[in-house]
C-alpha cells in the first residue's frame, strides 16, 4: 500500500501553473497503474487535506477517477481518543483524571487526533505556568478558549479554501460562517443562499456541500431536512 499525501493539491498546483496537461498525464499514468492485472497486489491511496473530486472536475477530467473508491475517515470514537489521549500523555508530567478526560471529550465533540493535540498541548502549557501538573476543569475549560482564540490553528484550512475554491469562496464562506456563528445550518438555509443572486449556485450548491463534508469543514448531525 502507497499513500500519496496532498496528492489533490498536486494536482491543483499544475493547474494553476498552466500545466493541466501534465496533471492529466500523471492522472492517465496512475489510471493505467491501477488497471495493470499484475498489479492487483498493489494499491494506491490519495491522501490530502483537499478533496480530490473537485480538484478533478476543475480540469474536467473526472473518468481519471471514476474507478476509485472513497474512504471517509471520521472521528474517533470516545474509546479511541481516551486511549490517543492516554498515549500521549504517558510518561507526562501533568495528570489528568477520568472525570477530567471525560470533560476534554465532551469539549471538542468531534474527535479529531488534530483537535486533541491542541487541547493537550495548550492544557501542557497552562499546567506549566501554573505550576500545577493536576489537570483540573477550569484549565480545560481555558485551554479551550484559548485554542479558538490561535486563528493560526485554523488559517491553513481557511487559506486552502481561497487558494482551490477561489471563484466560489464567497458562497463556501457564507455557509461555514452561519454553521459556526448559529452552530448549525439546515439544508434548506443553504439552499436559500444558493439561489440569492449574489451567488446563484442553485444548480450545483450540493456539490459544494458534498465536498465540504468530505473536507471536514461541516459535519452532517441530522437528517437532512
Request: proline letters at 4%.
Amino acid at each position: 500500500v502507497i499513500f500519496l499525501d496532498e496528492f489533490a493539491e498536486v494536482i491543483h498546483r499544475l493547474k494553476k501553473q498552466d500545466k493541466s496537461q501534465d496533471a492529466v498525464d500523471i492522472l492517465h499514468m496512475l489510471r493505467e497503474m491501477r488497471s495493470i492485472g499484475d498489479c492487483r497486489h498493489f494499491t494506491l491511496v490519495y491522501a490530502g487535506s483537499i478533496g480530490l473530486e473537485f480538484v478533478i472536475k476543475n480540469i474536467d477530467r473526472p473518468k481519471l477517477i471514476n474507478d476509485l473508491h472513497r474512504i471517509i475517515a471520521g472521528p474517533l470514537t470516545d474509546i479511541e481518543a481516551s486511549q490517543l489521549i492516554h498515549q500521549l500523555t504517558k510518561g507526562a508530567t501533568i495528570k489528568i483524571s477520568e472525570e477530567v478526560l471525560r470533560h476534554i471529550k465532551e469539549r471538542i465533540d468531534y474527535l479529531l487526533p488534530y483537535y486533541l493535540q491542541l487541547m493537550l498541548e495548550e492544557i501542557n502549557l497552562l499546567a506549566y505556568e501554573s505550576g500545577k501538573p493536576a489537570v483540573t476543569i477550569p484549565m480545560v475549560d481555558i485551554a479551550f478558549q484559548r485554542i479558538l482564540s490561535k486563528r493560526g490553528n485554523f488559517e491553513d484550512w481557511l487559506e486552502r479554501l481561497k487558494d482551490y475554491q477561489a471563484i466560489y469562496f464567497p458562497f463556501i464562506n457564507d455557509i461555514l460562517k452561519h454553521a459556526a456563528h448559529k452552530g448549525k445550518i439546515s439544508i434548506s438555509e443553504i439552499y436559500n443562499k444558493a439561489i440569492d443572486p449574489k451567488f446563484e449556485r442553485g444548480e450545483d450548491y450540493m456539490d459544494f456541500i458534498e465536498q465540504l463534508v468530505y473536507d471536514g469543514y461541516l459535519v452532517e448531525t441530522s437528517p437532512q431536512v
